[in-house]
Nanobody
């Protein structure tokens, strides 16, 4: 059983920063490809950023240059550094792990394991 626990969400003003964390086991963080997704009210879940087990990263166009995904193997934690936040970044952010098909790195249906999410609210 793989457990993913997100933290670090909160409320910030436009232009602010937050750092999300996703804690799991050493096997999960050090072995699996992982990603961050988000879902705003009334919208579908969308991929934000992914990091393959090779270290290769990819980002949604809407967050390129503002968000950075990283993996801390010593602390078994996945991070998402979010800078220059905008009101449209408001959503529940989810951590996901295990990606059998690397060509689907930002597709929600491609991941096996999910956390429960953490709320991010950006006010204007």
């Amino acid at each position: 059983q793989v457990e993913l626990v997100e933290s670090g969400g909160g409320s910030v003003q436009s232009g602010g920063s937050l750092r999300l964390s996703c804690a799991s086991s050493a096997d999960t963080v050090n072995t699996y490809s992982m990603a961050w997704f988000r879902q705003a009210p009334g919208k579908e879940r969308e991929g934000v950023a992914s990091i393959l087990n090779s270290g290769s990263t990819s980002y949604a166009d809407s967050v390129k240059g503002r968000f950075t995904i990283s993996r801390d193997t010593a602390r078994h934690t996945l991070h998402l550094q979010m800078n220059s936040l905008k009101p449209e970044d408001t959503a529940v952010y989810y951590c996901a792990a295990h990606l059998p098909d690397h060509s689907e790195a930002l597709s929600p249906s491609a991941y096996t394991y999910w956390g429960l999410g953490t709320q991010v609210t950006v006010s204007s």
